[in-house]
């Protein structure tokens, strides 16, 4: 089965205003309030003389994005980009995020065509910025009969690769160095190291898998890690025994966002420039039902030796995220980050417009809060305290996969289960992905995958120090 045109996506077209033809349906941006003939809160008035105003509130750090949502919405897919007002400012972080806000999986296989008043320079960033972004949310939505486990992961490094050599190629930005290596149950290292990956993907008749992304920055030290990613990559998740109701599991095929978003966030960072050695470990499979499959009770045992019991075959994605965390923390890295569409007790919290923020320190990283402030990305910051652990006691075991008690708070004891899987001497932020997908579309996202966060974490990636 091809996957060309899920690997392909939509057509995207970003070019300098003064290139635009007239087909580009001109959009003017405004913070001028709609005149009186119109319902209070209009936000999309025709023009005398043609086009749109499109009226944004500048209170909104993302105010532009949802302008891009409000074009969007219109059915417009190929417009010419005006400034009317000299509150708001057009730059690359503004462009990018409004080539996010007019994307949504309905154009996949479309096209996409925005001309902004930059100059060439500035235009560059947006392409590589969208591109990429976008890749990734194409990938995060591919259905699970397009690709699996294996085929997935070097199908989607292959197209990031590609995105980065084409960015290279246009910038004046010396080239580090891009490699990828695979891991499968055939490799002793894949035997030794991935306990939760074996445990999790032998339910399926599709490998599972830990892909590695290495890049080395100009001037990175090639034998010491600066920065190391992990993303959770269920390709595709049934709840196993622990069955999901239907409802729950029609979206599942975007289980596999963390490890994506991680993935796109190094490589992005790379074509940005980043002078730093960073390693994105990808552990990827499919929990599904069979005669293989984990069941509740089970117990395994991980290479640091935590003792772990199964007590949900629904909490696999901790399983996996382990696997890639003891391996990070071998690496010694300054800083350790991991992604993942972990918990449903992060929507409940927070909603789906954030990503939610753990680590030991309870306060958000300073230069990672930079980083999503600068790229206008939101994240709200969830409690990981040393009492979430009694949730997680096992009776067979050091811990549980699964927390219990009355009120226990699902993301917080979820970090706090990944937490035993982390040298407690390297800085850590588990990132709870509850903005990653959007089955209906927001102020900011159209419908389908988001590529929430991507961008913020390049932009650390590029320039947090430690």
């Given at each position: 089965m091809t996957a060309t045109a899920t690997a392909k996506g939509p057509r995207l077209d970003i070019i300098a205003r003064q290139d635009a033809t007239s087909d580009y349906f001109p959009v003017h941006l405004t913070t001028t309030a709609a005149p009186a003939c119109f319902a209070e809160g209009t936000n999309t008035v025709p023009r005398k003389d043609g086009g749109f105003d499109i009226i944004v509130d500048t209170a909104d750090d993302r105010c532009i994005q949802k302008a891009g949502?409000?074009?969007?919405?219109?059915?417009?897919?190929?417009?010419?980009?005006f400034i009317d007002s000299p509150d708001l400012k057009l730059d690359v972080v503004t462009a990018t995020q409004f080539v996010v806000g007019m994307y949504s999986d309905a154009l996949e296989n479309g096209s996409l065509a925005v001309a902004f008043d930059l100059n060439e320079a500035a235009l560059k960033s947006v392409r590589r910025n969208v591109n990429i972004i976008t890749l990734a949310r194409i990938f995060a939505n591919s259905p699970n009969n397009i690709y699996h486990t294996v085929d997935f992961v070097t199908t989607y490094y292959?197209?990031?690769?590609?995105?980065?050599?084409?960015a290279i190629a246009v910038s004046n930005l010396s080239s580090g160095k891009l490699s990828f290596k695979l891991y499968t149950p055939e490799d002793d290292f894949f035997k030794e190291n991935c306990i939760g990956l074996q445990t999790v993907g032998q339910s399926s008749d599709y490998a599972p898998c830990l892909g590695v992304i290495d890049f080395v920055g100009e001037g990175a030290d090639n034998s010491k890690i600066d920065i190391a990613l992990v993303g959770k990559g269920i390709a595709f998740d049934t709840g196993g025994y622990d069955l999901k109701p239907s409802k729950?599991?029609?979206?599942?095929h975007t289980d596999k966002s963390g490890l994506v978003y991680v993935a796109a966030a190094t490589v992005l960072a790379a074509a940005m420039g980043v002078r730093k050695h960073v390693r994105c470990y990808l552990p990827c499979a499919e929990n599904r039902i069979s005669a293989n499959a984990m069941v509740p009770g089970d117990i395994?045992?991980?290479?640091?030796?935590?003792?772990?019991?199964?007590?949900?075959?629904?909490?696999?994605?901790?399983l996996i995220l382990a696997d890639g965390l003891i391996l990070a923390s071998k690496d010694k890295p300054k800083y350790i980050l991991d992604a993942a569409t972990l918990t449903g007790a992060a929507?409940?919290?927070?909603?789906?417009?954030?990503?939610?923020?753990?680590?030991?320190?309870?306060s958000m990283d300073a230069q990672m809060a930079e980083a999503f402030a600068y790229t206008k990305e939101e994240y709200w910051l969830l409690p990981l305290r040393e009492y979430h652990k009694r949730y997680i006691t096992a009776r067979r075991a050091q811990i549980c996969n699964t927390s219990h008690g009355d009120g226990a708070p699902g993301a917080s004891t979820a970090a706090a289960f990944l937490s035993f899987f982390v040298d407690p001497e390297i800085k850590w932020t588990h990132l709870d992905l509850a903005n990653a997908f959007h089955k209906d579309s927001s102020p900011y996202y159209g419908t389908g995958s988001t590529g929430a966060t991507v961008y913020a974490l390049a932009h650390w990636l590029v320039g947090a120090e430690y």
């Amino acid at each position: 089965m091809t996957a060309t045109a899920t690997a392909k996506g939509p057509r995207l077209d970003i070019i300098a205003r003064q290139d635009a033809t007239s087909d580009y349906f001109p959009v003017h941006l405004t913070t001028t309030a709609a005149p009186a003939c119109f319902a209070e809160g209009t936000n999309t008035v025709p023009r005398k003389d043609g086009g749109f105003d499109i009226i944004v509130d500048t209170a909104d750090d993302r105010c532009i994005q949802k302008a891009g949502r409000t074009v969007a919405s219109t059915g417009l897919t190929k417009v010419q980009v005006f400034i009317d007002s000299p509150d708001l400012k057009l730059d690359v972080v503004t462009a990018t995020q409004f080539v996010v806000g007019m994307y949504s999986d309905a154009l996949e296989n479309g096209s996409l065509a925005v001309a902004f008043d930059l100059n060439e320079a500035a235009l560059k960033s947006v392409r590589r910025n969208v591109n990429i972004i976008t890749l990734a949310r194409i990938f995060a939505n591919s259905p699970n009969n397009i690709y699996h486990t294996v085929d997935f992961v070097t199908t989607y490094y292959h197209e990031l690769e590609k995105a980065y050599n084409e960015a290279i190629a246009v910038s004046n930005l010396s080239s580090g160095k891009l490699s990828f290596k695979l891991y499968t149950p055939e490799d002793d290292f894949f035997k030794e190291n991935c306990i939760g990956l074996q445990t999790v993907g032998q339910s399926s008749d599709y490998a599972p898998c830990l892909g590695v992304i290495d890049f080395v920055g100009e001037g990175a030290d090639n034998s010491k890690i600066d920065i190391a990613l992990v993303g959770k990559g269920i390709a595709f998740d049934t709840g196993g025994y622990d069955l999901k109701p239907s409802k729950f599991m029609e979206t599942m095929h975007t289980d596999k966002s963390g490890l994506v978003y991680v993935a796109a966030a190094t490589v992005l960072a790379a074509a940005m420039g980043v002078r730093k050695h960073v390693r994105c470990y990808l552990p990827c499979a499919e929990n599904r039902i069979s005669a293989n499959a984990m069941v509740p009770g089970d117990i395994i045992t991980y290479p640091n030796g935590v003792k772990v019991e199964i007590g949900n075959t629904d909490a696999e994605g901790r399983l996996i995220l382990a696997d890639g965390l003891i391996l990070a923390s071998k690496d010694k890295p300054k800083y350790i980050l991991d992604a993942a569409t972990l918990t449903g007790a992060a929507k409940i919290a927070i909603g789906r417009d954030m990503c939610a923020v753990l680590n030991r320190t309870n306060s958000m990283d300073a230069q990672m809060a930079e980083a999503f402030a600068y790229t206008k990305e939101e994240y709200w910051l969830l409690p990981l305290r040393e009492y979430h652990k009694r949730y997680i006691t096992a009776r067979r075991a050091q811990i549980c996969n699964t927390s219990h008690g009355d009120g226990a708070p699902g993301a917080s004891t979820a970090a706090a289960f990944l937490s035993f899987f982390v040298d407690p001497e390297i800085k850590w932020t588990h990132l709870d992905l509850a903005n990653a997908f959007h089955k209906d579309s927001s102020p900011y996202y159209g419908t389908g995958s988001t590529g929430a966060t991507v961008y913020a974490l390049a932009h650390w990636l590029v320039g947090a120090e430690y």
